[in-house]
């Protein structure tokens, strides 16, 4: 099983400033990365895929890079409805598994 | 309206089944795959298993292989998910989640509201 490590468990930032999530891979999965959001009272939102492929609707302030083993999600400037919980996924092979999830909130 | 709308909660007693459905709409069921993916109270989210709702084929984590069975009622475009022999620490939020592709299964771009399992003597 492929294990994902997320880094830091929570981020504290102030809105406007730039946000930086990092995931990390135990083996190669390429580009095979997903990132979500999670806030409470809603419904799960999907990010980010192929590790840097905005999903429909994901403003551009959401970016993703990396391949292999590292990743990042950067939010270029937080915005309120920013602060949330958010998760990799790893999709490399059929046995999928998330990270514990870092969240970002408000300094 | 493009949707997944799950059934509700439950409470159930240890080492009984629970069934949890999802029933899709707004869209052409079988052209989509389905994941199961819980989350424990004040936890992180855990992907179960899948289905294809084209041909029936799933995956299921090795965790829970052998307890789970995820399967559909595509007349019904519903999937459900059995979850056997469970434990206190199966008390968790259970989601549905479609693929975002029809053409590559893995990342979950629709999901469900989430149920509320609760195991308890």
């Known amino acids: 099983e492929i294990v994902m490590t997320q880094s830091p468990a929570t981020l504290s930032m102030s809105p406007g400033e730039r946000a930086t999530l990092s995931c990390r891979a135990s083996?190669?999965?390429?580009?095979?990365l997903a990132w979500y959001q999670q806030k409470p009272g809603q419904v799960v939102r999907l990010l980010m895929y192929g590790a840097s492929t905005r999903a429909t609707g994901i403003p551009a302030r959401f970016s993703g890079s990396g391949s292999g083993t590292e990743f990042t999600l950067t939010i270029s400037s937080l915005q309120s409805e920013d602060f949330a919980v958010y998760y990799c996924?790893?999709?490399?092979?059929?046995?999928?598994?998330f990270g514990q999830g870092t969240k970002v909130e408000i300094k | 309206q493009v949707q997944l709308v799950q059934s509700g909660a439950e409470v159930k007693k240890p080492g009984t089944s629970v069934k949890v459905s999802c029933k899709a709409s707004?869209?052409?069921?079988?052209?989509?795959?389905i994941s199961w993916v819980r989350q424990a109270p004040g936890q992180g989210l855990e992907w179960m298993g899948w289905?294809?709702?084209?041909?029936?084929?799933?995956n299921y984590a090795p965790k829970f292989r052998g307890r789970v069975t995820i399967t559909t009622d595509t007349s019904a475009t519903t999937v459900n998910m059995e979850l056997r022999s469970l434990r206190s620490d199966d008390t968790a939020v259970y989601y549905c989640a479609r693929d975002y592709s029809n053409s590559h299964a893995g990342f979950l771009g629709l999901w469900g509201r989430g149920t509320l399992v609760t195991v308890s003597s």
């Open positions: 707004g869209y052409t069921f079988s052209s989509y795959g």
């Open positions: 996924q790893h999709y490399n092979n059929w046995l999928w598994t």
């Open positions: 289905i294809s709702a084209y041909n029936g084929n799933t």
């Open positions: 083996q190669s999965i390429d580009s095979n």
